[in-house]
Each structure stands twice: as C-alpha cells, then as structure tokens.
C-alpha cells in the first residue's frame, strides 16, 4: 500500500535510508530521492522504466546550496535564479563531482531548480542532500498533478505519497542551458519566456533535432494518453470524420452547444490561460480513464502559458 500523507518526519526518514517519496512542487508531483546517493537515484530508473539516458533534476531548498550541485556558474544564471527561485525555472550548469554520473546521465552539466511548494522546501530544508526528482509517473505517459494520480501509477511500488494538494501551475518547469552568457531554451514550461526575456533578452533555440535531443523531454512524443489522441483547431470537424465512436473533448473555454453522447472537458470555464494550464494533465489523466475510443483535444490560444500548453498537446498527439 503507497500512504497519503502530510507527514514530513517519514519522508525524511523513507529519503535518509535511500528510497523513494513522491514529493509535491508547484508543477507537477516529482519522483524523489537523495541526489548524492546513487543507490536511492537508481531506484528512480527502475521504478519509472525510464532510460539511464535520461536525465534527472536536482531540487534544492535554498540559493546556498547551488555551490554543492554546480561550478563556473555563469552570472546570467545568478541572476536568473535570483529573480524565478522559488519556482518552475529549471538551469543547466556544470557538475560538481558530488552529484552522480547516473542523475546526469554522464552528461558534464547538471539540472537544477529550487521548487516552490511549501512542504517541499520546508521537506528539503530539513535535509542535508538535495532531491533528484523526475516527475512521477512511467516513462513517456502523463505527468500527475494530483496525489491520486501518482498513488494509481505505483500503488504498492512506492512507500509514501507526501500530499501537498493540487500542483499550482501544473505544466512542468522551462528549462535553460547556457552558451557563452547566452540562455538557451530547451523546454517550454511553467516559466513566462517574456519574464525571462526581460532578464536575458532573445532566448536562443538549441541547435539539436529530433533525432538526437539533448533534452530527451523534447521528444516528439511525450505526456502521452493511451487512448487515440488528435490535436484539432476544427473539432465539429474531426466530430464528422469519427462517427459512432466514444468521444471525449478536451477544451479551452466552454462550447456554443453541447452534444448528446459526446463527453466535454472544459480546462477554465473562466477563460483563463493559468487555470487551463493548472486542469491540463489533471483533465487528460480523466479523459483517459473513461474508456473512451477517441480524445479530440483543441489548441488553447497561443499566448503566454498557452504556448506551453500547446506544446504538451503536440507531443500528447505526436505519432
Ligand atoms: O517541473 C519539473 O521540472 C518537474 C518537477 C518534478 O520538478 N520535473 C520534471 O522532470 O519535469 P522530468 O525528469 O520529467 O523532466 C526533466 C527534463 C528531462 O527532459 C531531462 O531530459 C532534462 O530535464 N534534463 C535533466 N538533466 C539534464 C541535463 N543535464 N542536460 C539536459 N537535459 C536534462
Ligand atoms: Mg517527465
């Protein structure tokens, strides 16, 4: 039985005898445990199938520790962190020796970020290592945003759950690498890229393609539904094209009409692009488990979060 529960004192001891927990942060739940131990990041691996090319995110609780995880950070990243920490904005920096081959996946720069979540901060300030974490769920399918849905992705695989509610921003954090002072972007996410912007001005694009990411979370596919997925801006008709089936859709705001047999899910009755983005996963993880024989998904305005929403419905679609 995997527990649900508030209770910090367990966490740290299930962490100190290098398990795992699932953790809380403002994106989404993170797979958890003690990044200096290549035993308990092991576990990590294991437990999600996830390959060991794959690499992981450093969690720390305070500024002070980034001299343990990182060297010759660039002043660009100092300030970076200054400005988004606490919160979704997730840096690639060169490795110290303390932090395991394994958590980088050999790779010479290491992730890191410091989540925002209360009982996550006061979690890692109450540790004296910081957290690898990926986030909690198998390999390439949806990330949870809920407790529940991490308890129904490893019921009895996991000891403990540590509840810290329904994940604020909900999409995972951006990520930025650096090359000669300049940020690159190498994950859309929960960060404003115009927020950043101000601080870096014109964010580069890597140079990798798809065959060869440097970020695997840039795979085409990823985030995927094991139902039949399609990404539309024109639901009436991809509605036409599927006849007699079981459908669900996926929406921005509310519909002109409702459809008889038809299940619709509205991501922010509201119109908002913040609270779409907090019902994304949440919404597809339901979607999913309603045995449906097809989800139609619409694109959400392309502004601000709603371009990191977009992006996790093309690779949700991606064949
Ligand atoms: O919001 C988030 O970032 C959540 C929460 C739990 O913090 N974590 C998360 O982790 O999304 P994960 O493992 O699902 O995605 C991390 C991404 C992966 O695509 C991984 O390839 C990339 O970060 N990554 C990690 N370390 C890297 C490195 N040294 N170089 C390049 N990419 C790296
Ligand atoms: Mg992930």
Redesign the pocket.
Known sequence: MTEINTNIEQAILILKADDLVA?P????????ANAFSETAVEKIFKLKK?PSF????V?IGSIVELDRIAKNIPPLAIELAKAFWPG?L?L?LE?TELIPNL???Q?????V?M?NHPATLQLLSELDFPLA?????PFMSV?PTKPEHVKKYFDGKLKMILDGGFCS?G???T?L?FENNNAVL??Q??CSTAEIEKITGKLLLPKSDNST???????KRHYAPKTKFILTSNYKKELRNHANKKIGIMLFSAPSELLPNISFRILSEKESLKEAAQNLFATLIELDAMKLDLIIAVYVPNKGIGKSINDRLERAASL
């Open positions: 953790i942060t403002e994106t989404v739940y993170g797979l958890a996830r794959n690499p992981l995110i969690h979704p997730t690639l490795k958590v980088t996946a790779n010479k720069t290491v992730a970020r989540p974490a990926p986030s909690a769920n990330s921003e999409i995972e954090s990520i690498g190498y994950r996410g929960s990411p440097k970020v695997p979370g840039m795979l």
